[in-house]
C-alpha cells in the first residue's frame, strides 16, 4: 500500500470556505478545483475583489497536474487572471461553455497565453496519480460538471456548484446514473455545494419563472427590461424564448452580458432566432411594445444598465411610464439597501415592477436541503467534507450527512487553508496553509491588510486633519503661518472659524519648543482635543513640522 | 365656512416617506406626530444616526399646537432630544410607556426639561382647533396609539404602527370598535402605516413565536441567551414568562435593554416574578441550566452584548458550547452581513442557533397586505395618503386602497417635506418645505452634507496623499526634502519606494517654477498620475507648498 499522503484544502471565500478553489493533493500531486473570486463586504473599504491565497500553489508550483473549472461563475473563474499571471503553463480543463467564458474574461485582462483543454462530460482525464471523470449537474449556468476524481487511495467526489433540475432550461439534467454507479462502486471522500443548506425542501426548477414572465409580457404595455447576472444565460434563453412567443425583439445593454451573450450564441448554447437580436440603438426605433430588453443591474450595482436607466442616466434608453422591469434575481447579502433604492427609483419613475419580494422572478441554482441528502445516499460516501459555504451552512449541511448515515466522526468542518489528511482510519487537519483571502485593489494584489483597511474605515467615519508648520533649524522659531486642512470631517465653509483658531493653537504650541517629534506630539494631542470638544468627532490627525 | 387651509407634511425616514414624524397643519396651527430617528446605511459614511428636517417647525414655531407620539421606538422617538434642544417648550403627549421609554432617552441625552403630559387610550385633548381622540393599536411594543384628529376640515386617523393582533402578549387588541365608529362617522383622510405592503395576507400574532420558544428552552442543555431590540418589551415578558415555566432565571445584558426593563417593570409593563431577575454578574454563579439571558445585538451591531460574547470579548459572560442562543428578529436592510458573521461566530462557538432562516423567532410589528386592507374598510375614507414606508411600499398600499374603493385621484403619494394641501375638491401638492433628512455626526446637527460624504467616500476607496514642500519666498527654491505622506493607501512597508519615488518627483517638479498655486496644481497632477500607474488606485491629493 503506498505511503503518500491525500489531502484536501479548502480555499477562498468571504466567509464562505472552498467557494472559490479546493486542492486534492496525493503525495507531490496537487489537482486545483476552480479559481473563483468574490466581491467585497461593505465594511472592505476600497477593495475591487477577493482572490484565494495561492502562496501554497506557488510554493509548489513543480507539483501542479491541472486545473479543473467546473463551470463559467465569477466566483469559480474569476480568479484565472491572477493565478495565471503567476503559473502561466497551468493546464485548465473546462467543457466548452466554461471555456468560452473564461475567454472572455481572459480577453478582458489582455492575457494571451492559457494552456486551455477543453473537456465533455464523457471524458476521462488520466493526470496522473488523478483519474478524472465529469458528470453533468444543472446550476443556474449550463455546462457545469462535477467531479469523480479516483486516487490511489480511493474515490473522491466534487459536486461543484449543483441542482437536481428536473425540466432545467438547457434540458441537461443532473446525471443521477453516473452519480448512482460512482455510489455502487464505493466513494471514500464526498466534497459538497452547501449555499442552500438553510432551505428546506426541493429548489424549484428554472421552468417556474416561465409563468411570471409570461404573465409581465401579456400585461406589457411598453418595454420589457429583465435584469439578472451578466452569466446567467439559461436566463437569458428564458427572455429571448418567452420574447419570440410574444413578437419582441431582444436587445441586450450592459457590457459584460453583451459579450457573454455574443460568446454563448456563438458556441450554440442560446438558440437565438434569425434577426431578433438588436443592438440597444437599433431597438430605439422600434415602438416600445416590441421590445424586450436584457441587462444588468439586478445587484443595484452603480454602474449598471439598470441603474442607469432607473437614475436617468442613460445614453439611449429613458425608463418612462408603462415600461416593465424584471428583476430576475435575489439580493446578494450586502446588497439590499442598494437594490431598495433601485427598486424605489423604478417605481417613482411609474414602471410596473416584478421583483423577488412580489413574484417568482428568480430561482437558486443551489441544491436545498432534501437535494443534498439525495446526493448524499446516492454517493454514500465513507468521509464527508461540506464545502461551497458559510461556517453555519457547513454544520447544518454535516448534520445531514449524519442523518443521512456517515459516522460523526468522518465528518470535517475545515475552514480556509485547512490541510485535512486522510490516511489510514484516523483522518485529521493537520495544519493549516493559507489566510481566507487575499484582497484586490487596483493593480496591488495583496498589498493592502487589516492596518490599511483600519486607516480607511477611520478615514471613512471622520475623515482627517493635517497641520504643517515650518521652523528655523536653528532659531527653532516658526517660518511664516501654520496651515491646517482638513476633508471629510466638516462641511467647509462651517469649519473655517475651526481650522483658524486650530492654526493660532498651532503657532502657540509650536512656540513651545522642543524636537520635531516633540512638537509633532504635542500637537496631534492637542488638535485631536480641540475637534472632539468642538464636533465631537475624532478624524485622523497628521502634523508634519519641517525643519529648514 | 372656514377659509383656513388643512395641509399634511411628511417628514423624515431614510428612504421610508413620514415614517419619524408627520405634521398635521391647519392655518396657523401645526400638530406634531412623532419625532424618531434612522440610523445611516453602509454609505452614509460616519453619520451617527438620521433625524426630520425640522426647518420648517422652527421658523414657525408659534404655530406649534403639541407634540403627539404614538408609541416608543426609536424610529418615533429618537429625534427627541434634538428637537427639544430647540423648542424645549413644545407639550408632548403620550401614553405612560411611551413615555417612560422618552423619559429614560432623555436622561441619556441630560435633557432635564420637557412638557411631558400623560395621556390614556380613552383621553379627548382639545388643542384648538384639533381635537384628538385615540385608539389603541397593537405593534411589537405595547401601550401604542393611533390618532383621530377633528378639524373644522374633516376628521383624520393616523394609524401609528399597527397590526391587527388577535392574542397579543399584552392582552391589548387593536380597537376594532372605535376604528369602525370613527368609519360610520366619516373620515376625511387616512394615513396608515405601509411598512409591510409587499407581505400577503396576515402578520402572525406575537404569540406565535411561543412554540419557537418553549422548544428551545425544552432542549436547551446550558444557558438560553435571547437577543432582540432594547424596546421590544413584549418579546422580554415572553422569554420571562417561558423561563418561569422551565425555571430559569433571567438576565438582562446591554446598557439600553436593561434601561427599558426597569422601567417598563416599574411602569407595570412588564410582570416579573419575585426574585426571578437577576444580574449578569450573579448569573454567573449559577449553573448553565438555570439561566436565560436577554440582550441586544440581534442586528450584529459590533459593540453589543451578544457580539461581544460571540467574539469572546465578553467580560462577564463566556458562550460555551451547549448553550442556546434565539436571534429574535430579522436583520434589518443593510445589517445582513453583519448578522452573518454573528451567526457563523456562534456556530463555531458550538452554540444551538436558532434564527430566522430556521425557526419561527420573530414576527412583523407591523400590519400585512389583508390588515392593510380591513383598516382602509373599517375606515373607509374619502382621501388616502400612504406613509411610513418606501415608495415602493406607498405605491402598493396605493393600490390596495383603490381595490377598497378609494378614488384613484383621490390617493396621494407623497415624498418627505411634500406639502398637501386639502382644501375643496381638489386636494393637491402645493409645495415642498423640507429635505428628506438631516445627518446627525458627534456634535454635529446638520453641518455635513453630500460634499463631506462624497469627501469620506473617497477617502475610504483609496485613502489619501500629501506632499509638504517649503521654498524659500525669495529664491523659490526649495528648503529641505519635500515630505510625502500617505495613509490607507498601500501597506506602509511596500509603500516606502512609491513615497521615495515621489518626494524625488516633488523636488524635481518644484524646482520648475511658477506661482503657489500652480506648483500646487503640478504637484497634484504629477502625483495622481504617477500613483495611478504603480498601483492602479486614485487616492484623495493634497499639496502643500510653503513660502517661508
Known sequence: MSQDKLRIIPLGGVGEIGKNMTLIEYGEHILVIDAGLMFPENDMFGVDIIIPDMTYLLEHRDRLRALIVTHGHED????????????????????RLTQGLIEVKLREHKIREAQLHTISH???LDLHPFQVEFFHV??????????AVRTPAGLIVHSGDFKFDHSPVDGQRTDFAKLADLGREGVLLLLSDSTNAETPGYTPSEQEIVTTFEQA???AKGRVIVATFASNISRVQQVLDTAARYGRYVAVAGRSMINNVRMAQELGYLRVPDGMLLSVEDARYLPPEKIALVCTGSQGEPTSALVRMASRDARTIRLQPGDTVIISATPIPGNEELVNRTLNNLFRLGAAVYYDELFDVHVSGHASQEEQKLLLNLIHPKLFVPIHGEYRHLVLHAKMAEQ????????FILECGDVLE??????????RVAEERVFVDGLGVGDIGEVVLEDRRILSQNGFVVLVAVIDSKTRLLLGTPQVI???LVYNRESETLLRIMEDEVAKLVGEGGSVAAINARLREAMARLVYDTVGRRPMILSVVMEV
Open 404 to 411: 443521512t448515515g456517515v459516522a460523526p466522526q468522518n465528518i
Open 122 to 124: 464523457n471524458d476521462k
Open 76 to 95: 469559480h473563474t474569476g480568479a484565472l487572471p491572477y493565478l495565471l499571471s503567476k503559473l502561466p503553463d497551468i493546464p485548465i480543463y473546462a467543457t
Open 422 to 431: 486522510l490516511n489510514g482510519d484516523t483522518p485529521r487537519v493537520i495544519g
Open 217 to 219: 409580457f401579456i400585461q
Open 138 to 147: 444543472s446550476h443556474s449556468i449550463p455546462d457545469g460538471v462535477g467531479l
Open 486 to 488: 482638513s476633508r471629510g
